[in-house]
């Protein structure tokens, strides 16, 4: 069974340790590894290979029960030491958070883990038992120290349904059955990734039957999907919520972005609802926050309502009643129809800027070391709650965050360490309110993703796991007799 996937692979989305706050790498994840505890289909946290867990009452230990039986792909037997050593090694989204929070991890005994916290984390669950973080997914202790990381990208081990046999860096990956997964044999013998970030060639691919599953086809190539009886559009909307950020520029008081006004009229400017019927069919669910609506804490915010006057009339109002030129407009390649339709709307009230396309990965890259000059899009299809979203995109210390505000900080901090449902809603709301007021954002909408598969395929895994963006459980997948 083949897939189309709209981005060039990258190795780093082979190790749990290198996970990001975006869902891209879950696509590997979950073929190649397993976790602790993951979403499941009907459920949000669902036993893996912890059979169990439980938390002291006083919030300040939670204890693991482990699996027992289960092998690594190359036979190493699963314990409780790789428990510790995968949480050690962890450097992805969230991590300083979980150093901050996280007091010990002990081995107990080889089946059973104890987590201490320095002080009771309401959020720790989340971080660690969902793709809010890769910190709970598990890769072998004895193989990584034996080879080194690097080579462990090269050559993944894991426990999951599939293992590794081949990786031709722009091309594809080839996955094998684990007919010892514990949970149940895969229902696919093979599964191939081929990386295909051009969408045209992806539907060309499922049209022709060499792909059996196409990621991400937007606008025109989805109404196409739909008019074709050999093929199944299967739109997932998921909290792949998608804004635009005004980068460090909004705190520049030299830059036009510095003034409320001017990116009030950015929001002003753009038509959402003819976006979202011209790219995703309208599937997508538009919004006015970066927080998707399902999260828990999440405040419902509507989008700034489209008024391309009132955007030419604040834009007077803060000096520029010519307009301005604001330079480069940055996209995901993978979201150039959205990307061209927000620089069209820019450019009807004035705001004249550029869109500079990017691989996946180089975008990524550049939010994380905020090297994004003027407007770039940012995007995140990652599981958590509000607290999640705020501390990677919104906290000073966020990995991909470009907001700077203390009190804002301050709010998060708070929030973090309250074990009060009603009051932690209250202070999240505040964080999500004062972004709102002062404009920090674009936001656009929690996506409507258009992906499709071919006559070949009886269960794609697409929609199975609750807010997962891509296939899953991929021992589920199945193709037609």
Not at 61 to 67: A, E, G, K, N, S
Not at 132 to 152: C, L, R
């Amino acid at each position: 069974m083949t897939w189309a996937i709209q981005a060039n692979i990258s190795p780093s989305w082979f190790d749990p340790g290198e996970t990001s706050g975006i869902a891209t790498p879950y696509i590997f994840l979950y073929a190649l590894h397993d976790a602790l505890v993951k979403p499941m289909p009907g459920r949000a946290m669902a036993s893996s290979l912890a059979t169990s867990w439980s938390e002291s009452q006083d919030g300040l230990t939670y204890d693991f029960v482990l699996r027992t039986g289960v092998t690594f792909h190359n036979g190493d037997p699963f314990t409780a030491e790789d428990v510790k050593f995968s949480y050690e090694r962890y450097k992805g989204a969230g991590a300083a958070e979980l150093r901050k929070k996280i007091k010990a991890v002990t081995v107990v005994t080889p089946q059973l883990v104890r987590l201490t916290l320095h002080e009771p984390w309401p959020d720790f669950l989340t971080y660690y038992a969902t793709p809010a973080t890769g910190a709970g997914w598990i890769v072998p202790k004895s193989y990584i120290e034996k080879v080194g990381s690097e080579k462990f990208k090269e050559q993944p081990i894991g426990l999951g349904p599939y293992r590794f046999v081949d990786f031709r860096p722009g091309v594809e990956v080839l996955l094998e059955a684990n007919i010892s997964y514990w949970r149940k044999v895969p229902s696919v013998k093979r599964l191939v990734f081929k990386s295909v970030p051009d969408a045209t060639t992806r539907l060309t691919m499922l049209k022709r039957r060499e792909a059996d599953v196409a990621y991400a086809l937007f606008g025109p190539l989805g109404e196409e999907v739909r008019r074709d009886p050999n093929l199944k559009l299967e739109p997932v909307v998921s909290p792949a919520t998608q804004w635009v950020v005004f980068t460090s520029r909004q705190y520049d008081p030299a830059s036009p972005w510095f003034d409320r006004r001017v990116r009030l009229a950015a929001n002003h400017a753009i038509n959402r609802r003819a976006i979202n019927e011209a790219e995703t069919l309208g599937h997508s669910l538009p919004t006015g926050s970066i927080v998707p609506r399902r999260f828990d804490g999440a405040l419902a915010l509507e989008p700034f309502p489209y008024d391309p006057k009132k955007a030419r009339q604040l834009l007077a109002e803060a000096g520029y009643a010519g307009g301005f030129d604001a330079g480069d407009f940055a996209v995901d390649n993978v979201f150039t129809g959205l990307g061209e339709a927000i620089v069209n709307d820019l450019t009807a009230v004035g705001i004249r800027t550029r869109m500079r396309p990017l691989d996946r990965a180089a975008d990524q890259a550049a939010h994380h070391e905020r090297t994004h000059k003027g407007l770039a899009l940012q995007v995140s299809a990652a599981l958590g709650s509000a607290a999640t979203r705020i501390g990677t995109f919104v906290a000073s210390t966020g990995a991909q965050s470009w907001i700077k505000d203390a009190q804002i900080d301050s709010w998060y901090a708070q929030q973090a360490t309250e074990r009060d449902h009603h009051v932690r809603q209250a202070i999240l709301y505040k964080v999500q309110q004062k972004l709102h007021d002062e404009v920090r954002f674009i936001p656009i909408w929690e996506l409507g993703v258009l992906h499709a598969s071919g006559p070949r395929v009886a269960v794609s895994g697409l929609g199975l796991i609750p807010l997962l963006l891509f296939s899953g459980p991929l021992e589920d997948v199945q193709l037609k007799s």
